[in-house]
T-cell receptor, first 116, second 116 residues
Framework: NAGVMQNPRHLVRRRGQEARLRCSPMKGHSHVYWYRQLPEEGLKFMVY????????ESGMPKERFSAEFPKEGPSILRIQQVVRGDSAAYFC??????????????FGEGSRLTVL | AQSVTQLGSHVSVSEGALVLLRCNYS??????LFWYVQYPNQGLQLLLK??????LVKGINDFEAEFKKSETSFHLTKPSAHMSDAAEYFC??????????????FGKGTKLSVIP
């Protein structure tokens, strides 16, 4: 049973370019979460999605960041016009509907974005 | 709102010695509590969780944690450290967010080093 799959694992972008990070949840999981990890910091919640719905985006920056989880295909975290401060590890996590009520999450290995 | 404080960003123990990683939480509602472990360049793996059943929770690799409501603590222990335990450990609390979902809030992490 494949775990949460994220790609790319490493992404390098120049300032002003766009970054797209993809996440396929575990089989049977319909809830997806995105977290950002900065050096020496814990993981910060960004957004929680279910299929075709954004449930909670209270952690998303107001500009340049967007997320989607379409009916078919992976969840995508999109960062437009990247700046150096966007350099971080971005983790996707998933959960089945029942476990989402306790918060237990299953994490991917992360996508590490470097902005030059 | 909930928060997590992990005391000590770095902890070093000798191989075979007791491991104690401290975590205190703040939550306005009964919390669910978790410990996750992160190995270098990998995602987070769940070590153990407290979901309002037994206050002493046993996890993988002989780790355990005790929920103490009076102290708002959820410290992680292991009787005898092994070299393979060297990793970063994150304590997390889950509680209902304003958007009707359960949001996982992480501490900043504690890096455990094991000295041979």
């Amino acid at each position: 049973n494949a775990g949460v799959m994220q790609n790319p694992r490493h992404l390098v972008r120049r300032r002003g370019q766009e970054a797209r990070l993809r996440c396929s949840p575990m089989k049977g999981h319909s809830h997806v979460y995105w977290y950002r990890q900065l050096p020496e910091e814990g993981l910060k919640f960004m957004v929680y999605l279910q299929k075709e719905n954004i449930i909670d985006e209270s952690g998303m920056p107001k500009e340049r960041f967007s997320a989607e989880f379409p009916k078919e295909g992976p969840s995508i975290l999109r960062i437009q016009q990247v700046v150096r401060g966007d350099s971080a590890a971005y983790f996707c996590a998933s959960s089945p509907p029942g476990l989402s009520t306790t918060g237990e999450l299953f994490f991917g290995e992360g996508s590490r974005l470097t902005v030059l | 709102a909930q928060s997590v404080t992990q005391l000590g960003s770095h902890v070093s123990v000798s191989e075979g010695a007791l491991v104690l990683l401290r975590c205190n939480y703040s939550s306005s509602v009964p919390p669910y509590l978790f410990w996750y472990v992160q190995y270098p360049n990998q995602g987070l793996q769940l070590l153990l969780k407290y979901t309002s059943a037994a206050t002493l929770v046993k996890g993988i690799n002989d780790f355990e944690a005790e929920f103490k409501k009076s102290e708002t603590s959820f410290h992680l222990t292991k009787p005898s450290a092994h070299m393979s335990d060297a990793a970063e450990y994150f304590c997390a609390v889950s509680a209902a967010s304003g958007a009707g979902s359960y949001q996982l809030t992480f501490g900043k992490g504690t890096k455990l080093s094991v000295i041979p």
